[in-house]
């Protein structure tokens, strides 16, 4: 029988090239997407002319009646839910004086609170099938703290303390929760930063270079094929940060 995973913001960026490998991997893959609905049919389309089995659903994923019926759509549609990637996300950059109760509500409702609804709609299905593996996307300044991205660093470190409390309490359940914290890749996200500065980031790189989102797609690979990690928060960053 066909594993089945759910990507949310799956239509652009990280989740886009996780998508792929997905359906590559002979996965159901359900594409949640927000606002890119035009780019998120050009996805199924393009997937199932070649033959994978993909879906796309449009859902908030910040509130929770949309969570709830996305995760009803992928049960009737598949029956099962193998894999949860918590992909969906903002930035915002912002001195932390001028940031605004909406600024912080936002961030928080889309990077956090759609990690806490999605996984706790999703796991009683793992508990069930007593198997499971959940993926958050994080974010190297969880780690280690962004200047001018108060709130976006404290929303990616709440996703890696859930991350870990989970991996605990959901072990015994044989469900492994991992979180990718990924530094500067090539997505959507990082275009607001200007030639220049990318120039210097990338001087600060060991490796030299900005990262991929093909990299990130590997790892969450590895973590999906892997039995024994979980509760780990793996940065995928080219050297630049070194715990």
């Known amino acids: 029988m066909m594993k089945t995973a759910i990507v949310t913001g799956g239509s652009r960026g990280i989740g886009a090239a996780i998508v792929k490998m997905l359906a590559e991997e002979g996965y159901n ?51 099962k839910i193998d894999v949860l990637i918590n992909n969906a996300g903002i930035s915002q950059t912002k001195l932390f004086t001028d940031i605004t109760e909406e600024d912080w509500n936002n961030m928080l409702n889309i990077d956090l609170n759609s990690v806490f609804h999605m996984t706790q709609e999703v796991v009683p299905y793992m508990i069930h099938e007593k198997q499971g593996c959940i993926i958050n996307i994080s974010s190297i300044w969880g780690m280690i703290g962004a200047s001018c991205e108060v709130h976006y660093s404290v929303a990616k470190a709440g996703v890696d303390a859930m991350t870990k409390s989970l991996a605990k309490e959901l072990g015994p359940s044989n469900i492994r929760v991992n979180s990718i914290a990924p530094g500067i890749i090539d997505t959507d996200m990082n275009r607001y930063l200007s030639t220049e500065e990318l120039e210097q980031i990338t001087e600060e790189i060991p490796l030299g270079k900005i990262g991929n989102t093909s990299a990130i797609a590997k790892c969450a690979k590895w973590l999906m094929e892997d039995d024994y990690t979980t509760g780990q928060i793996i940065s995928i960053n080219g050297g630049w940060n070194i715990n």
Do not use: H, P
């Open 29 to 79: 893959v359900i594409i949640n997407y927000n606002r890119s609905e035009e780019i998120a049919k050009r996805m199924k389309e393009e997937f199932t002319s070649k033959g994978y089995s993909v879906e796309t659903f449009q859902a908030d994923v910040s509130k929770r009646e949309e969570v709830k019926e996305l995760v009803e759509f992928t049960i009737q549609k598949f029956g």
